[in-house]
């Protein structure tokens, strides 16, 4: 029986992406492929992390009975997780329930992308502030569907310049209103670049089809505190 290693489950307002605000389901997955430099749950990644070890059908009832219907997976890095396509074959046939993943971008979505159900995956975009650039699997982005979300946690102007770069080679971004790709969020990196300052930049290049999102969990909480 595949049983998944979990560092935290708890229920608290979703801190961004397209349901921020909106009380959500967490369940946090153990491990990570990357190891970005403002990462604020490494602690999940560390190979002694307490967990405990739940199966997708235990999981499932447990949402459940949170009477929650949003249900975000994250992690660490939730499309890692062994067995992940079983869970979220399980959650996705409960037409109750909207799921999201939270992915790193560099992990392929290929074998998930297509599973049934009101799943979608807010992909990040790892800009070089982050030390985890290159590990960018950039034929994620042909899979990307409108109901898919692209986040890019910037640390400073250098990183807008890159973005805004790969938004549009990607055309993700561009002058006039389009629907038929992914949305798109820029976040700051907390204490390294002050929001104004995006707000700024989006201003002098005219960047429609973007939004500004910053990590509301970090500004009603401390942001160390976890399960929140």
């Not at 059908?57 to 459940?64: A, D, G």
């Not at 982005?141 to 990183?159: A, I, M």
């Not at 790969?166 to 629907?179: A, C, D, V, Y």
Request: charged share 25%; net charge negative; aromatic share 8%.
């Amino acid at each position: 029986m595949n049983q998944f290693h979990v560092t935290e489950r708890f229920v608290s307002i979703n801190g961004e992406a397209r349901r921020a605000g909106e009380l959500s389901c967490f369940v946090r997955f153990a491990g990570c492929n990357l190891c970005c430099n403002y990462c604020d749950t490494r602690w999940s990644c560390d190979p002694e992390v307490e967990c405990e070890l739940l199966t997708a059908e235990e999981l499932h009832t447990w949402i459940r009975d949170c009477g929650v219907t949003n249900v975000t997976l994250t992690g660490g890095e939730p499309l890692l997780a062994p067995g992940i396509e079983k869970l979220l074959r399980e959650l996705g046939q409960d037409g109750a329930l909207r799921i999201e993943v939270e992915t790193n971008g560099a992990v392929s979505l290929r074998s998930v992308i297509d599973i049934p159900g009101n799943i979608s995956y807010t992909m990040d975009l790892k800009c070089p502030g982050s030390g985890m650039a290159e590990h960018m699997l950039w034929e994620n982005y042909e899979l990307l569907r409108p109901e898919d979300t692209v986040k890019c946690v910037v640390s400073d102007r250098q990183d807008l310049d890159w973005v805004r770069d790969k938004l549009e080679e990607r055309h993700l971004i561009g002058t006039s209103k389009q629907t038929d790709h992914a949305m798109v969020y820029i976040s700051p990196v907390f204490g390294r670049i002050h929001p104004k300052e995006i707000v700024d930049y989006m201003k002098e290049y005219k960047m429609n089809d973007v939004r500004l999102q910053l990590q509301l969990h970090k500004y009603i909480w401390n942001p160390e505190k976890r399960g929140v």
